[in-house]
């Protein structure tokens, strides 16, 4: 086991010394700097709904929406959707709150797909690289299995990617204190779940938001890794894994009216498909069903991983 842990120490000490991750860290720093940046641009982000008048407040808010949308037939659906919010707040007697660190952090959920992209070229280049740089067999005169060394190389994968979300995380979090303050411990907002509007903890939607893209973002990050292992190409590796995260959802409702459509894999990622009692667009799928055809593509994945870096040989490499 401390074979394995030094490998995984290793790889993580590979990895995050080359600039390239630096600059990965870097771009979403950036991004995130500059989506705050626009958002605080916009002003006056919630801070009047402090005020005793708050009432007052949300219905002029619903007055100008409303002569918005009769102006611009574009701002139909976002208004409409801001309307009933404002209704809702005025019909519960429940004061909003102001912009804040905890809502910038929910909505910077979005970055995953950022995260995702980070993931799929590291672990690309996690196991093909070896082979390019012609280092796989400085690795392989070891003591140690090939198995050993294969998933110290994956779990260092899943660690960058656990690493990176956290850094969104709580980057997020301060540049949203630096600019738009701390709503509360425990912030609560109005949000439409599908099955209507409800009163929410912003932190729980946090955790539930980040937890379901983070199944999309193991399992991307899984096939890109079986790709370097089968192919020892990074390129083909990246290609394909950022092909199929972009157009995934395109070829599910390409085939969604074939039976055997609900097993495709990005059918099954999003399993928040499935919260708040929704049912899936395509027949005879459930929450169990996913993540019984999820384990099944991981396991399926790990497996050809496996197979082909430990009987591969390495020396004409």
Same mark, same amino acid.
């Given at each position: ?113 950022? &995260?995702? !992209? ?5 672990? +690309? ?5 070896? #082979? %390019?740089?012609? @280092? =796989? ?77 983070? &199944?999309? !973002? ?5 096939? +890109? ?5 089968? #192919? %020892?190409?990074? @390129? =083909? ?81």
């Amino acid at each position: 086991m401390s074979n394995l842990f030094h490998l995984i120490y290793n790889e993580l000490k590979k990895l995050y010394i080359q600039k390239s991750s630096k600059i990965m860290y870097i771009v979403l720093g950036v991004i995130i700097l500059g989506i705050a940046i626009v958002s605080n641009s916009v002003g006056n982000l919630g801070e009047q709904y402090e005020q005793e008048n708050w009432r007052e407040v949300l219905q002029e808010e619903n007055k100008e929406l409303t002569q918005e949308m009769e102006d611009k037939e574009a701002f139909q659906g976002m208004n409409t959707a801001q309307i009933e919010k404002n209704n809702y707040y005025l019909e519960q007697d429940i004061q909003p709150v102001s912009y804040g660190a905890w809502q910038f952090v929910m909505e910077n959920e979005m970055l995953l797909s950022v &995260v995702s !992209l980070l993931t799929i070229i590291v672990a +690309a280049g996690i196991v093909a690289n070896e #082979f %390019r740089w012609g @280092t =796989i067999k400085l690795l392989l005169i070891r003591p140690i299995t090939r198995t050993k060394i294969l998933l110290s190389k994956y779990i260092t994968v899943l660690l960058f990617a656990l690493f990176t979300l956290v850094f969104v995380l709580v980057f997020s979090w301060i540049i949203g204190a630096l600019f738009f303050g701390i709503e509360g411990i425990d912030p609560k907002v109005v949000l439409d779940q599908g099955d209507g509007l409800a009163y929410v903890s912003v932190i729980n939607e946090i955790i539930t938001g980040y937890g379901y893209k983070l &199944v999309n !973002l193991v399992m991307m990050a899984t096939f +890109a890794f079986m790709i370097s292992s089968v #192919f %020892r190409n990074s @390129t =083909i590796a990246i290609g394909l894994a950022i092909f199929l995260m972009m157009a995934g959802n395109q070829i599910v409702l390409f085939f969604a009216e074939r039976s055997w459509s609900k097993y495709i894999l990005f059918a099954n990622t999003d399993l928040s498909q499935y919260a708040n009692g929704n049912t899936s667009l395509i027949e005879g799928m459930s929450l169990g069903f996913s993540i019984t055809v999820l384990l099944v593509y991981y396991a399926v994945f790990l497996l050809l991983s496996w197979l082909f870096f430990t009987k591969r040989d390495v020396a004409g490499s």
